[in-house]
């Protein structure tokens, strides 16, 4: 009876559990040989879980992570920060400190998939450290929507 008295106050409280197939949420278009898959738009607290893919010599342009750390661990491939000195490679679990400035590359024809978890804003810099774009939870919610918008697929609810 405890039990079942404290699943219902956990309700009252929060939302409820969730699964979440991946196979059934698209890639989304973020650049050249760069896509994202998202699986959870927090939009309360500014934090979104995703996939994220880069294709053989693809790369996520210089940029810096603010208000927030990101979380990522490695499912297939690998990349590396031209900015570092390690490689992450599949099993890799690894931490960015809030306002980290690096720049994500494939090398040669392998492609990556690696699961992220971000919080805050980030900021696209040029050479200057100029911020000459940026993406948030509500930025990648509406490209997420619009996308499948555009190609008539189904807008899976993952504001949760």
């Not at 973020?30 to 996939?51: C, S």
């Amino acid at each position: 009876m405890e039990a079942t008295i404290a699943a219902a106050h956990l309700l009252d409280l929060g939302l409820p559990d969730q699964a979440i197939q991946s196979d059934e949420i698209p890639w989304v278009p973020q650049g050249d040989r760069v896509w994202f898959k998202p699986l959870r738009f927090d939009l309360a607290n500014g934090r979104w879980v995703n996939l994220l893919k880069v294709t053989g010599e693809g790369k996520v342009n210089r940029h810096r992570h603010s208000g927030g750390q990101v979380l990522g661990f490695v499912i297939q491939g690998g990349w590396r920060y031209l900015e570092r000195d390690w490689v992450a490679r599949a099993g890799t679990f690894v931490y960015e400190p809030p306002g980290d400035i690096h720049t994500l590359v494939v090398d040669g024809a392998e492609e990556m998939i690696t699961l992220f978890l971000l919080e805050g804003v980030i900021q696209y810099l040029d050479d200057h450290d100029r911020v000459i774009a940026q993406d948030d939870v509500f930025t990648k919610l509406a490209r997420y929507e619009a996308y499948c918008r555009d190609h008539g697929l189904d807008v899976k609810d993952l504001r949760f």
